[in-house]
């Protein structure tokens, strides 16, 4: 498996982060350091992401960021230029998936069916977001899924929180999960981030 993929694994949670202010990101990034979570998917959802995965990227090396909710392949291409280590989308897409795999970079795109299980694996994609997790089944639904697809490892994302969490991460057709509550827009806007420190802290001791 690919480096940044057994990184991810070894994280257990992937911090889904909405970053409305550029200015915002250094300070987000030193935020899931301090609070033991060095990885973060910086998601396309605002114009200000991918000036967020410059500016980390170029400035602070010890964490691992990726793009989410890419919906393009020029966006991938944006977003890995900016220094991206991993794509994520909410769905699936072959564009994006060819772009990746051309140059290298694991994508984890957004699945709820076999159907889409199976358009990934066409690209040779096994790590999967499976989202939103919640709304299609959470663990019952993924469970069922990793029957026919063995070789398949979920992340599970959406509506993920600190109450559930642990179902997801004791399964072991998970691979990690991908989540925002501890990187919620309004504390990244509000400058809160001893708060997303705290809150890191928290989902990793509940992990552990
Ligand atoms: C995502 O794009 O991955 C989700 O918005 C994260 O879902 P959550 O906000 O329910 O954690």
């Given at each position: 498996m690919n480096d940044v993929l057994k990184q991810l694994a070894d994280f257990g949670i992937v911090p889904v982060v909405k970053i409305?202010?550029?200015?915002n990101a250094i300070p987000l990034a030193q935020a899931l350091i301090n609070g033991g979570l060095p990885v973060a998917e910086i998601t396309?959802?605002?114009?200000a992401a991918e000036e967020a995965i410059k500016q980390i990227t170029t400035k602070i090396p010890d964490i691992l960021i990726g793009a989410g909710t890419v919906l393009t392949a020029e966006q991938a291409e944006r977003a890995t230029n900016a220094g991206a280590k991993f794509v994520v989308s909410p769905g699936f897409s072959s564009s994006i998936a060819k772009f990746c795999n051309k140059n290298k970079i694991p994508f984890t795109p957004g699945i709820t069916t076999p159907t889409e299980i199976q358009m990934a694996l066409e690209y040779e994609?096994?790590?999967l977001k499976f989202f939103p997790a919640s709304v299609f089944g959470g663990m019952k639904a993924m469970k069922a899924m990793s029957a026919p697809f063995p070789m398949v490892k979920f992340i599970p994302t959406g509506g993920v929180n600190i109450d559930n969490l642990i179902d997801y991460i004791a399964?072991?057709?998970?691979?990690a999960v991908g989540g925002s509550w501890m990187v919620k827009a309004d504390l990244i806007k509000e400058g809160e981030f001893d708060t997303i420190t705290s809150l890191t802290r928290e989902a990793i001791n509940v992990m552990l």
């Open positions: 409305d202010d550029a200015r396309f959802r605002t114009d994609l096994k790590v399964s072991p057709k998970v691979h």
